[in-house]
């Protein structure tokens, strides 16, 4: 509309144009001290915000560095100068906080330490010279030279650092010793000087005058190797040897090492180890001089042995003979005598010795069987007519004698000793006995019939038993000073025999007043009598007690019949029962 009020209408076309789809990278995380390129699409040109941590704040591509956790915001514009936006963030781990221990060290060359990391999950040391492993929080340490090791620690965000150790290796101080090899007799010294150290120990301290300093005298015993351990200024320590040779004195041995002879015997004995020996004392030497001899000492001796080798040194033994005695055997005087041809006859031989022994006696003159034995004294037994001697007698030393002593024994048969009897068994009503005699070989003997009675006259009696019982004979029979002895067993039974009357008068006249059963070889009796109702009306357990016909003690029974029961046991424990019946009269 114009200024005079008229207007007209144009048109003008606008075109809008789509902003750009800008795209980044996803959101990542990196461990402080890392980088990370970081990638835009969907546009032409970039701007990048923040820019303190990129390296660029234009391009499609850019490397980021953030120390702490940082969104970026970049800017994407098109062809038309349409732009849009985008983020991405970049989270930053911190690093692991590593620690060493210990992180300095100084060592001797050889020495070993141990060294330790923490703080973070897995850890790698280098160099690996001088390192038991390469991985692992505890690595043994033992380097030949001054090293550094370090040691990198990752966590479970596989970020990683780096801490390191300073180890000094001091060398070894350069000891020696002077002389490091000796040789000396034994009672003599050797002067040894020590060198390369600042302090010294010597060790061990047997023969040495001293076990400190950088000079001793060493007087040893015996050949050893002593330790010399010399200490510099920085603590480290070196260890050099002497050897101190003490051998050069004879060893002198002999053959057999333990000589033992028998009393009158002798040994041959030689020594070696040296090249000159001389024996003492000379009592029962064939020599005194020279490596071999003849020994016959009477008793066990002990003899002193010098050796000299070539270089005159001297060593010098004790050797002892031993020298057993001769065993014995001595039949004592009580042995031998008179047996029975059943019998034995004892030997007695009285021993002395080392036991065991083997002993050989003899029969008139006849070796017999070899006897080994550790009893003392010996007892030989022995059933042969005959002198008896020793022959021999050998000890556990092997030493053999002549026995002494004899022993004579005479041999006498033994009678033998029989019976036979009639008759048996029998009754106290047929009391003889008929003994028959079947012995032989006796010229006496005596009857013991077992009831007090015997007889040494009849050989073979007709003996009369007054009383019932079991009766032990014995015949011994002698001839000489020899006897058997022959037994037998005689029973003579009771005899049993009961009487019941049949009727009684109890009307006090005193003639047949009582019931009264009677016998011979009663040992129990019970008797039960009832009346003609078959009431029981007296009853007893005692044969001496009869019945009166009274009932209960008191009143009288009538004239009449009754009927009786009566148990007896005899003495050979045989019931007899009787039944029947009694007539009661007034």
Not at 381 to 390: H, P, Q
Request: net charge negative.
């Amino acid at each position: 509309i114009d200024s005079l009020g008229c207007s007209s209408i144009a048109n003008i076309p606008v075109t809008v144009n789509v902003p750009p789809v800008v795209t980044v990278s996803p959101n990542t995380s990196i461990c402080f001290g890392e980088s990370i390129i970081l990638t835009a699409n969907g546009a032409v040109q970039y701007n990048w915000s923040p820019t303190t941590t990129l390296s660029s704040s234009t391009g499609s591509s850019v490397s980021a560095s953030p120390n702490t956790t940082t969104s970026y915001l970049v800017t994407g514009t098109d062809a038309n100068s349409c732009s849009s936006t985008a983020s991405v963030m970049v989270n930053v781990l911190p690093l692991p906080f590593l620690q060493i221990s210990p992180n300095t060290a100084t060592l001797c060359d050889g020495e070993s330490i141990t060294l330790t990391a923490s703080g973070a999950n897995s850890y790698l040391w280098s160099p690996a010279i001088g390192l038991n492993t390469t991985s692992g929080s505890s690595v043994l340490a033992t380097p030949n030279a001054t090293t550094t090791y370090m040691v990198t620690g990752t966590d479970i965000n596989n970020c990683s650092d780096v801490i390191s150790a300073n180890i000094t290796v001091n060398p070894l101080p350069n000891v020696s010793v002077q002389p490091a090899i000796a040789s000396i007799c034994e009672g003599s010294s050797i002067s040894v000087n020590a060198f390369g150290a600042n302090t010294y120990t010597w060790t061990p301290t047997v023969g040495l005058n001293t076990s400190v300093g950088n000079a001793v005298i060493a007087t040893p015993q015996s050949t050893i190797d002593y330790t010399l351990t010399g200490i510099d200024a920085n603590n480290c320590s070196n260890t050099a040897n002497l050897h101190v040779d003490v051998g050069v004195l004879p060893i002198i041995t002999t053959n057999p090492i333990l000589p033992t002879i028998c009393e009158g015997g002798n040994v041959t004995i030689t020594a070696s180890g040296a090249s000159i020996f001389s024996w003492s004392p000379a009592t029962g030497l064939s020599a005194t001089v020279g490596s071999t001899i003849n020994a016959s000492p009477p008793i066990t001796t002990t003899y002193n042995i010098v050796g000299s080798d070539a270089n005159n040194c001297a060593d010098s033994i004790q050797l002892t003979v031993n020298v057993n005695p001769l065993p014995t055997a001595v039949i004592n005087p009580t042995s031998g005598g008179d047996i029975c041809s059943e019998d034995s006859a004892l030997i007695i031989v009285q021993l002395s010795g080392n036991p065991p022994w083997d002993v050989l006696h003899t029969i008139n003159g006849t070796v017999q069987q070899n006897i080994n034995t550790n009893n003392n004294p010996l007892i030989i037994y022995v059933n042969t007519d005959g002198n008896y001697a020793i022959a021999s007698v050998t000890d556990a030393n092997g030493c053999a004698n002549i026995g002494s002593g004899n022993a004579d024994v005479q041999v006498f048969y033994t009678p033998y000793a029989d019976f036979s009897l009639f008759p048996q068994p029998t009754t106290i009503l047929e009391p003889e006995i008929i003994f028959t005699n079947n012995s032989m070989l006796a010229y006496s003997w005596m009857w013991e019939f077992g009831d007090g009675f015997s007889n040494s006259i009849d050989f073979s009696p007709i003996h009369e038993y007054f009383d019932v019982g079991t009766y032990h004979v014995s015949l011994v029979v002698f001839n000489g000073v020899c006897t058997d002895t022959a037994t037998a067993k005689i029973i003579i039974d009771p005899v049993f025999t009961f009487y019941i009357p049949d009727v009684f008068t109890p009307n006090g006249d005193k003639l047949n007043d009582k019931f009264t059963p009677f016998g011979e070889g009663v040992e129990k009796f019970e008797i039960f009598i009832f009346n003609r109702w078959g009431e029981l009306i007296f009853s007893s357990e005692n044969i001496q007690e009869q019945w009166d016909g009274t009932v209960e003690g008191s009143e009288m029974s009538p004239i009449g019949q009754y009927s009786y029961i009566i148990n007896v046991v005899d003495e050979m424990d045989i019931l007899h029962a009787f039944k029947g019946d009694l007539l009661l009269q007034k």
